[in-house]
C-alpha cells in the first residue's frame, strides 16, 4: 500500500531536487518500475517496486547552504540548497521531503547567525565564517547532531549560541563544528570539534545499534532501508556458516547485521573514519565474528587465497558503481553467492553485464523506492554461478 495524498512544492521548480512532486505517488512508482525494467530486462524480470506508505519528510540528513550575496544595494544572508547543477542557492524553508524537526532546527541556526552576527560564507570572495549547517536524525532513537560547518574553528560567542540553541530544541543530543577553509565543493572538512554532547549520534536499523557521525555514510531513508536489507539478508541465504565479505562496508550495517546468520563477517572499506565506526559499531553490539580492514575492496578480494573463499559477498558501491577490478576480483573469488545493492540503475546494469561474462547469472532484481519524487532508484540483486 502506499500514500494516495498529493502535496505541491513551490520550491520544486527553482531547487530541481523533486522532479516528480506534483504526480501521484503511484504513478511516479510505474515511472521507476519502467525505469528498471528497461535498463534490467536483459537480466531477468524486476519484481515490483516496493514503494513507501507515506513518502513525505523521510529523509533523516539535511543539509543547508549559508550564502552572503550583493544584490544591488542589498546584502543578503540566503539559507537553502543548490538548485541542481548550479551553485546558486534556492532558500527553501519547508522541503516535501526532509525531516520536518531538522528544518525546523535549520530555521533557529539562520535566525541565531543573524542574532549573533555571524557572516555567511561569500564563495566569489572567500569571506564569512558558515558555510553549511547539516542535521542528522536517527529514526528510531530521536537523537539530533547538529553541525556546523565553518571556515575556521572559532565561532563567536559559542557557548551562548549552542545553550541558546539547545533551549529552542531541547531533543538536539550533540552539535559538532567542523572547519572546512578550501575552495571546494565538498561541505565537510578534515577538522572537528565538539561543541556539545558526544559528538555523534545513534540509531537502531534491522536490530542492530550503529553509531553515526558527522561523515558517516548511512542511509537517508530509514524505513525503506529495513525492507531493502531484509531483502538482501533473504537473497544471501545464510544458514550460520558461511563466511561473507561486505565490501563498500562503511560503518558496517549490512556486514553486523549478516553476522547473526552467518559463521563469519569481514568488512572492507577505504575510508579509514568509517572503518572505525564500524569497529565501534561491533563492539557496541557485542559482535564477535565480524572484523573491519581499511583496504580497496578489490585489492582485497584479489588477495583471497584458494582456502580463504568468501561464500557470499555483499557489494553496496557509490553511484558510479564498481570498478572492473572489483568485479574482476569479485569473480575470481568465487562466491556462491552475490548480493548487489546499487543506487544507479544505470551503472548497476553495465556491472551485471560484467558479472555475467564472467560467469554469473542474475537470480533475482528487487527496486525500492528509497528517494520518493526523485528520479533515484534503489535495487538489491542476488546473482549465483551460471
Same mark, same amino acid.
Given at each position: ?115 549573533? !552576527?555571524? %557572516? ?7 569571506? =564569512?565564517?558558515?558555510?553549511?549547517? /547539516? #542535521?542528522?536524525?536517527? +529514526? *528510531? ?97 545464510? !544458514?550460520? %556458516? ?7 562496508? =562503511?560503518?558496517?550495517?549490512?556486514? /553486523? #547485521?549478516?553476522?547473526? +546468520? *552467518? ?97 554469473? !547469472?542474475? %537470480? ?23
Amino acid at each position: 500500500m502506499t500514500a494516495e495524498k498529493t502535496m505541491s512544492c513551490s520550491w520544486s521548480d527553482r531547487c530541481g531536487g523533486c522532479t516528480t512532486i506534483g504526480q501521484t505517488y503511484e504513478a511516479t512508482l510505474k515511472e521507476k518500475e519502467a525505469m528498471v525494467q528497461r535498463l534490467l530486462k536483459a537480466f531477468g524480470k524486476p519484481d515490483r517496486i516496493v514503494g513507501m506508505d507515506d513518502p513525505y519528510y523521510y529523509r533523516n540528513k539535511v543539509h543547508r547552504v549559508c550564502s552572503f550575496q550583493k544584490e544591488g544595494r542589498r546584502d543578503q544572508h540566503l539559507f537553502g540548497i543548490y538548485a541542481e547543477g548550479t551553485h546558486r542557492v534556492v532558500p527553501v524553508r519547508k522541503c516535501l521531503i526532509e525531516d520536518a524537526g531538522a528544518q525546523e532546527i535549520l530555521d533557529t541556526v539562520s535566525e541565531l547567525a543573524r542574532q549573533f !552576527k555571524i %557572516r555567511s560564507y561569500d564563495e566569489s570572495t572567500r569571506q =564569512g565564517l558558515l558555510r553549511h549547517v /547539516l #542535521i542528522r536524525t536517527a +529514526h *528510531a532513537t530521536g537523537q539530533v547532531m547538529v553541525v556546523l560547518v565553518l571556515t575556521n574553528p572559532v565561532l563567536p560567542g559559542k557557548s551562548h549560541f549552542v545553550k541558546a540553541l539547545r533551549e529552542r530544541h531541547p531533543e538536539i543530543t550533540t552539535i559538532v563544528i567542523n572547519v572546512n577553509s578550501r575552495a571546494t565543493s565538498l561541505i565537510l572538512g578534515e577538522r572537528e570539534s565538539v561543541a556539545y554532547g558526544k559528538g555523534y549520534i545513534e540509531d537502531l536499523l534491522c536490530g542492530m545499534r550503529f553509531r553515526i557521525s558527522s561523515r558517516s555514510f548511512y542511509q537517508v531513508n530509514s524505513i525503506q532501508t529495513e525492507k531493502l536489507y531484509a531483502r538482501a539478508m533473504d537473497m544471501a541465504g545464510l !544458514k550460520g %556458516r558461511e563466511k561473507v565479505v561486505d565490501a563498500y562496508c =562503511g560503518i558496517g550495517t549490512i556486514g /553486523l #547485521i549478516a553476522s547473526k +546468520h *552467518a559463521g563469519q563477517v569481514i568488512g572492507v572499506e577505504s575510508n579509514k573514519a568509517a572503518v572505525q565506526d564500524a569497529i565501534l559499531n561491533a563492539k557496541a553490539n557485542q559482535v564477535r565474528n565480524i572484523r573491519f580492514i581499511a583496504e580497496d575492496a578489490g585489492q582485497f578480494l584479489a588477495k583471497l587465497s584458494a582456502s580463504d573463499k568468501a561464500d557470499v559477498i555483499f557489494m553496496d558501491p557509490p553511484r558510479e558503481g564498481a570498478s572492473d577490478e572489483f568485479l574482476g576480483a569479485a569473480a575470481a573469488a568465487h562466491p556462491g553467492r552475490i548480493v548487489y545493492i546499487s543506487c544507479n540503475p544505470v551503472t548497476l546494469a553495465r556491472d551485471l553485464k560484467q558479472l555475467t561474462r564472467l560467469g554469473y !547469472k542474475v %537470480r533475482e532484481i528487487a527496486p525500492f523506492d528509497l528517494f520518493p519524487w526523485t528520479g533515484h532508484v534503489e535495487t538489491v540483486c542476488l546473482l549465483t554461478h551460471s
